[in-house]
């Protein structure tokens, strides 16, 4: 693991404990904590709503005009740079392809304009630029507006967040602050401790106005948040040098200088807010332990409810699954059915060109006929499915949503219970649901004619039944395209509803293990006391040795 020896013990412990008492609802927390501890990189993220100035001041850091900025929403997927010996951008897409581009091209992927509501299937964007060697170890993250009208661009931005390293929440001085902007710092504390605001466009207000607004922002986080965040003003304009130097001083050069410092400042956030979470769990079981049998039952259905209120939470996440899936098919053949007449059009304009060289006998004109149709069809219902995946796929990404908020409330209802029965809140966290996003159906097209037509061409004369059989194929080609789209409709409901069926099962399973973690530790009798007692006092112990944890100085020359 890429930590010191005290976050490497916090974390075993953490998980030790969690393995003894099969506290599996935090297993999803400490997988977050390992995988963050494997990277080698540290992610500085910048994020913020729509028009904000973000790509306009990651341009200002990279020294060129790589990713596009404008006066519509124009990043539609997470864009990652970092240093690399060459100039290129690599384009990740849903389906697993990727695309090697020059760095010039990245807009035609990233713009809004030039890639409308992601139609071409990017999952994400990873740019090396050989001009960021001062930066190496640091990748750059542009994320899409927040609160923009395309809501593709929030859930883009809102699933990224697990990632973040360090972060910069850009903010326009026209409005300075919004509940959205403060909502965003609040869930952005779960991830890490590093947290900065950008004011951005402060060349729109004079040297008063300026201060007025750096006085409100710093006013209202003071009062709104209960962690720190430190407001740098920012303008890409001429006259403002001195604020992007001190921005440059303050922030980006200790980042890059004390990059593994950086690090494990987050990866201690995160143990510690693992260790805090595990002590939850062992009160809650210590004082199960230290009650009679009757006061022990009583906690545990103070606690978790009876029958019918784990049932309640289990028919809650049914029904989000259910009224998820339901509407889809119905979704799905209203949408493919904007584009029957025009694929129909298509395949019989390209019908009429290609005929006339099929004409020599029935024989070959059914042949080259069915293999016509059967890979025209298959280009054009791959082409419905990259160009429709954002449609096919939002009822997914929607359920994902719904079920995760859903699992938090029922969290959040028995951390409240917690506190009324026990005194303390049962801190829970209720880690987003993996989205797998769906694949494409494997479009498959069979023959279309019984070969034994072929036994007619020697008494059928091409010359007198062309006309015929001319116009036969078009009628073929019109049924081919509805009975293509039905079946394709049919594929996509099947694959959307396998995956919402996928996240449901999780979700219950979730649901289960966190009552179920519950309910053995409200078991917990007198004689378990003196071990859970000892696991609490090792608990504390490495939490107050992360508190104090000092880290050693990265040497200077890591950077370069």
Same mark, same amino acid.
């Given at each position: ?19 003894? +008492? ?112 001062? +930066? ?54 779960? +991830? ?20 007025? @607004?750096?006085? +409100? @922002? ?226 498959? @097209? ?12 020697? @008494? ?101």
């Amino acid at each position: 693991m890429n930590g010191l020896p005290e976050i490497d013990a916090a974390l075993l412990t953490a998980e030790n404990i969690c393995g003894r +008492y099969r506290i599996a609802s935090l297993d999803a927390f400490l997988a977050s904590c390992r995988a963050f501890a494997a990277q080698n990189v540290l992610n500085i993220a910048v994020l913020g709503r729509f028009k904000a100035g973000k790509s306009t001041f990651l341009n200002h850091i990279l020294g060129a005009a790589v990713l596009p900025t404008g006066v519509i929403p124009v990043t539609t997927v997470v864009t990652e740079i970092e240093y690399g010996p060459a100039s290129h951008a690599q384009i990740l897409h849903h389906d697993g392809r990727v695309e090697t581009v020059t760095v010039n091209r990245v807009g035609e992927f990233i713009s809004e304009s030039e890639n409308p509501g992601n139609e071409k299937q990017v999952a994400r964007v990873h740019v090396e630029l050989p001009s960021l060697a001062p +930066y190496k170890g640091i990748r750059f993250v542009d994320t899409p507006g927040l609160e923009s009208v395309l809501e593709h661009n929030t859930g883009a931005s809102l699933d990224w967040l697990p990632n973040v390293g360090l972060a910069i929440v850009a903010v326009s001085v026209d409005p300075p602050l919004s509940q959205r902007d403060i909502e965003l710092l609040h869930a952005l504390s779960r +991830y890490t401790p590093n947290i900065s605001l950008l004011l951005t466009k402060v060349d729109l207000l004079d040297e008063n106005g300026r201060a007025e @607004v750096i006085g +409100y @922002v710093n006013k209202q986080l003071a009062l709104r948040l209960d962690h720190p965040v430190k407001v740098y003003p920012f303008s890409v304009r001429p006259g403002f040098e001195s604020l992007r130097a001190a921005l440059e001083e303050d922030l980006l050069l200790p980042a890059r200088d004390q990059l593994l410092i950086r690090r494990l400042e987050i990866l201690r956030h995160k143990a510690a807010s693992l260790l805090a979470e595990c002590s939850d769990y062992l009160t809650l079981a210590l004082k199960s332990a230290e009650a009679s049998d009757a006061d022990r039952a009583a906690l545990r259905q103070k606690i978790t409810g009876d029958k019918d209120t784990l049932e309640d939470a289990r028919q809650a996440l049914h029904l989000i699954a259910r009224h998820a899936a339901g509407p889809c098919r119905e979704a799905f053949e209203r949408l493919l059915k904007k584009d029957e007449l025009a694929i129909r059009r298509r395949l019989l304009a390209d019908l009429r060109t290609q005929f006339p060289s099929w004409t020599r006998n029935l024989a070959t004109a059914l042949e080259r006929f069915d293999d016509w149709l059967a890979a025209s069809l298959v280009r054009e219902m791959q082409a419905l499915s990259s160009a429709h995946l954002p449609e096919f796929t939002e009822p997914v990404h929607r359920a994902a949503r719904q079920l995760s908020q859903s699992l938090q409330d029922f969290r959040n209802r028995l951390s409240e219970r917690t506190l009324q029965a026990l005194g303390v809140p049962l801190r829970t966290r209720e880690m987003d649901l993996p989205v797998e996003e769906p694949r494409s159906p494997d479009v498959r @097209v069979g023959k279309i004619f019984d070969r034994n037509w072929e036994l007619l061409s020697p @008494v059928l004369p091409m010359p007198l039944i062309r006309g015929f059989v001319e116009r036969h194929f078009e009628a073929k080609t019109s049924d081919a395209v509805f009975m293509n789209l039905s079946r394709l409709t049919t594929q996509w409901d099947e694959i959307v509803r396998a995956s919402i069926q996928a996240m449901e099962n999780e979700a219950l399973r979730r649901l289960e293990d966190l009552t179920l973690t519950i309910a053995r530790l409200t078991e917990s009798t007198g004689a378990g006391a003196a071990a859970i007692q000892h696991d609490l006092a090792e608990l504390t112990r490495h939490r107050t040795a992360l508190e104090s944890l000092q880290t050693v100085p990265q040497p200077a020359t890591d950077h370069i």
